[in-house]
């Protein structure tokens, strides 16, 4: 994967289910030495591009069987028959990004390629995101950081009353405020990372740094726009880009509300140990 470099993409979410991963209504039915996989993804970053699939699916027909027993993960070839490639979408920001639907038809999948076992899928998701939150948090402070450095900058250039507007309190307190999360983001993202590369279990880090950091950044864009003015608001200057871009960083890799689920069960389930 690394030499090719060969992508692969993240299939969970479903049109409508993302962050109740139990709704996942994709099955798997284990027929001989394949699974017939059926079912639609939605919002997948790097479908189009991607080589392989992570798929999760259910392959336990009881509704009432517990998600940690419910799904499967199934590694899935792009090129497999039955495997449908839905349009790029047009989002609000991070166009660059190739997101788009894969939709499975009665996809034969080897037994070879399931994951673990059957029947581990759901630990296998949820375990993942201990892994991709910090880099979130960290992509969140780098946008973070870069609204700060461009409003820090037309701050110094902007007059109004015959000075810089950065010599306003208004507008150097925001500056301060933002400069303040960017630090703190990197903080948390930093010590989330450093628990996940040294093998510890960093559930309650990784969830305080990616919805911390997703709303530093959404903050610093808002106020890097309101610094800007009129400008702010025109394509011709890049802070509303970063704007439109920050939001998708409170929704991707769980949603800022279910962060503070993740945390508050943490906290509480661990009363006394910390």
Same mark, same amino acid.
């Given at each position: 994967?690394?030499?090719?470099?060969?992508?692969?993409? !993240?299939?969970?979410?479903?049109?409508?289910?993302?962050?109740?991963?139990?709704?996942?209504?994709?099955? @798997?039915?284990?027929?001989?030495?394949?699974?017939?996989?059926?079912?639609?993804?939605?919002?997948?970053?790097?479908?189009?591009?991607?080589?392989?699939?992570?798929?999760?699916?259910?392959?336990?027909?009881?509704?009432?069987?517990?998600?940690?027993?419910?799904?499967?993960?199934?590694?899935?070839?792009?090129?497999?028959?039955?495997?449908?490639?839905?349009?790029?979408?047009?989002?609000?920001?991070?166009?660059?990004?190739?997101?788009?639907?894969?939709?499975?038809?009665?996809?034969?999948?080897?037994?070879?390629?399931?994951?673990?076992?059957?029947?581990?899928?759901?630990?296998?998701?949820?375990?993942?995101?201990?892994?991709?939150?910090?880099?979130?948090?960290?992509?969140?402070?780098?946008?973070?950081?870069?609204?700060?450095?461009?409003?820090?900058? !037309?701050?110094?250039?902007?007059?109004?009353?015959?000075?810089?507007?950065?010599?306003?309190?208004?507008?150097?307190?925001?500056?301060?405020?933002?400069?303040?999360?960017? =630090?703190?983001?990197?903080?948390?993202?930093?010590?989330?990372?450093?628990?996940?590369?040294?093998?510890?279990?960093?559930?309650?880090?990784?969830?305080?740094?990616?919805?911390?950091?997703? =709303?530093?950044?959404?903050?610093?864009?808002?106020?890097?726009?309101?610094?800007?003015?009129?400008?702010?608001?025109?394509? =011709?200057?890049?802070?509303?880009?970063?704007?439109?871009? @920050?939001?998708?960083?409170?929704?991707?890799?769980?949603?800022?509300?279910?962060?503070?689920?993740?945390?508050?069960?943490?906290?509480?389930?661990?009363?006394?140990?910390?």
């Amino acid at each position: 994967m690394t030499q090719e470099p060969m992508h692969a993409a !993240y299939c969970v979410t479903e049109p409508t289910c993302g962050s109740d991963v139990n709704g996942v209504q994709t099955r @798997a039915v284990k027929k001989g030495d394949h699974y017939v996989l059926s079912g639609q993804k939605m919002w997948i970053t790097g479908g189009g591009v991607a080589r392989w699939y992570f798929v999760l699916a259910r392959t336990d027909p009881d509704p009432m069987a517990p998600a940690s027993k419910a799904f499967t993960g199934f590694i899935v070839d792009a090129d497999f028959p039955g495997v449908i490639k839905g349009r790029k979408e047009l989002n609000m920001g991070q166009r660059a990004s190739d997101v788009r639907g894969v939709t499975f038809e009665d996809v034969l999948v080897p037994k070879q390629n399931v994951l673990m076992s059957e029947g581990a899928g759901f630990r296998i998701a949820m375990g993942a995101f201990d892994a991709t939150r910090p880099p979130v948090a960290a992509s969140a402070t780098g946008l973070a950081k870069r609204a700060l450095e461009e409003a820090t900058k !037309y701050a110094t250039e902007r007059k109004t009353f015959g000075v810089p507007i950065g010599e306003h309190q208004g507008v150097a307190f925001m500056l301060a405020d933002m400069a303040i999360g960017v =630090e703190l983001a990197r903080l948390s993202y930093v010590k989330a990372a450093w628990q996940n590369l040294y093998g510890q279990r960093n559930t309650y880090t990784a969830s305080i740094a990616k919805a911390f950091a997703s =709303e530093v950044a959404n903050k610093c864009a808002a106020d890097a726009v309101q610094i800007f003015g009129g400008s702010g608001f025109n394509s =011709e200057y890049p802070v509303e880009k970063l704007m439109r871009d @920050a939001k998708i960083l409170m929704i991707y890799e769980g949603t800022s509300q279910i962060q503070r689920v993740i945390i508050a069960r943490e906290l509480l389930k661990n009363v006394g140990n910390r």
